[in-house]
């Protein structure tokens, strides 16, 4: 009974800790922000952790890999697996309220919500996306794809400020 | 603190550690197969990394080059794990380079680096040169049509790890096809200029598309889940559409045109050659290196 409870208290601390591990390409994001952290379990005395890319080829996911195992280890946890799971792909369903904030605030349009795409059409606006900067509704896409594999370059058509929108996916 | 919804029962685990693995010759030969080719086209695309037309389309053609790169891991690294699985006797007879002493366990980096020619399993259609912009466009779409619907399939199969792989990266799919079925048009209902490329491209392109449908041993119906010829008739359809918005001649006037074969099974045109020196020099002459 005693060792259950200890266990739930480790696992709220790991999590905590875990938690405060952030995206190397996206610094304001944290990995719990993202959605990609699905699962944190102790089995026996090893830490078992999950995560999820959010882009296949997503090359931020060893360093966040790297970055879980030192959060841990600095913390005085030993034996740590991190594991990778696919399916359910990750969606941008799954980011946070806050991280979505924490996005606009840093000047990159979060993400709308997934339902709002349905099939555009060849060459027409998949979405509305509000510039992160002056709120304009007035925007447009200039790219698909930007500098990273989750984000699309628009530009705002009143401010005229380019801004990176975290594509929803 | 929010930690999203865990794990349903239904989630598939991707490290295969807790699906059955269950190992036999055409699974290798189809997640080669799937891997090689993803590898190969991202090779050739990323060449356009510091060359693209635009800056923007630059970044949009390394993007789709790192997509694939990350799909073929995926492939690469669950076809290790079956042949590593397997008995030594099968390590043995995936055709590695014998003089590549350093190579006991098969890896990601191993399948990538150290198989000669022969060996590859891609589609020819990836293989050929990167021409210029209109081809790469042009291949890039024939390509990327016909593995949305692929994957489409792949995703309902019955082994589970490469189930999830196609469902992770259909959604990128989705944006490679969007992107070159609007490039398609685009530069064929563009300028003279532009049009005659995009004919010219055509004529280089066309003839490597017969092989998607043709079914190596490893795609028997009974391997991949579904008859892959049955993927045909809807890629015909798509591409007639885009064709036409673009001004292209449709797929039906180019009935009579011989296909080329013989990429599925190791036999390719000379370009892969070329290809696998380069992007496998360092590695040959530097074994084990990192970096």
């Known amino acids: 009974m005693e060792s259950n409870i200890l266990k739930e208290i480790s696992l709220l601390e790991i999590r905590r800790l875990l938690s405060a591990v952030c995206d190397p390409e996206i610094p304001v994001l944290t990995i719990a922000d993202l959605g990609i952290l699905r699962d944190v379990k102790i089995v026996d005395e090893t830490i078992e952790v999950t995560i ?11 360093m966040i890999t790297m970055n879980i195992r030192l959060a841990l280890i600095e913390h005085g946890y030993k034996n740590i697996e991190i594991k990778s799971i696919l399916s359910p792909a990750w969606t941008t369903d799954w980011m946070t309220v806050e991280g979505k904030e924490k996005l606009k605030a840093y000047g990159i349009a979060p993400p709308n919500p997934t339902q709002v795409v349905c099939e555009p059409k060849l060459f027409a ?25 989750c984000k699309a370059l628009h530009q705002c058509e009143d401010c005229r400020e380019p801004f990176d929108y975290f594509k929803c996916h | 603190m ?44 990323s060449a356009w990394c510091g060359h693209g037309p635009i800056l923007e389309q630059d970044i949009a053609i390394t993007n789709i080059s790192l997509d694939l790169l990350g799909q073929a891991r995926n492939f690469y690294q669950y076809a290790a794990k079956i042949i590593n699985e397997a008995t030594e006797l099968k390590v043995a007879a995936v055709n590695f380079d014998t003089s590549a002493e350093t190579l006991k366990e098969a890896s990601e980096d191993s399948l990538a680096y150290l198989r000669t ?26 390509f990327s049509q016909f593995q949305y619907l692929l994957y489409l399939q792949l995703q309902q199969n019955g082994d589970q790890q490469l189930a999830a792989v196609a469902e992770k990266a259909i959604k990128e799919v989705i944006y490679h096809v969007r992107w070159s079925s609007e490039w398609v048009i685009r530069l064929g209902d563009g300028t003279q200029e532009s049009h005659a490329r995009m004919l010219n491209a055509l004529d280089e392109l066309w003839p490597y598309t017969g092989e998607f449908f043709m079914p190596a041993e490893y795609e ?11 993927l045909k008739l809807p890629w015909l359809e798509k591409v007639t559409e885009i064709f036409e918005a673009a001004t292209l001649p449709s797929p039906k006037s180019m009935e009579a045109t011989f296909m080329q074969t013989g990429g599925k099974t190791g036999n390719h045109s ?17 074994p084990n290196s990192v970096w």
């Not at chain 2, 399993?121 to 291949?139: S, Y």
């Not at chain 2, 370009?271 to 590695?283: D, V």
């Open chain 1, 52 to 62: 999820t890319p959010t882009y296949t080829g997503c090359p931020a996911m060893d």
């Open chain 1, 125 to 149: 606006a998949a979405e509305a996306i509000q510039c992160p900067l002056c709120n304009s509704w007035h925007t447009k896409l200039i790219s698909q794809f930007g500098s990273t594999a």
């Open chain 2, 2 to 45: 929010n930690i999203p919804t865990i794990i349903d029962s239904k989630e598939r685990l991707a490290d295969a550690t807790s699906s059955p693995i269950t190992y036999s010759e055409n699974k290798e030969a189809l997640l080669l197969h799937l891997a090689d080719t993803t590898l190969i086209l991202s090779q050739r695309n």
């Open chain 2, 117 to 142: 020619e022969r060996a590859f399993k891609n589609l020819l259609l990836v293989e050929q040169p990167n021409g210029d912009w209109g081809q790469t466009i042009l291949r890039q779409y024939l």
């Open chain 2, 220 to 230: 028997s119906t009974a391997s991949i889940g579904f008859e892959l010829n049955s």
């Open chain 2, 270 to 286: 000379e370009q892969l050659g070329f290809i696998l020196a380069e992007m496998q020099y360092l590695q040959r002459t530097y």
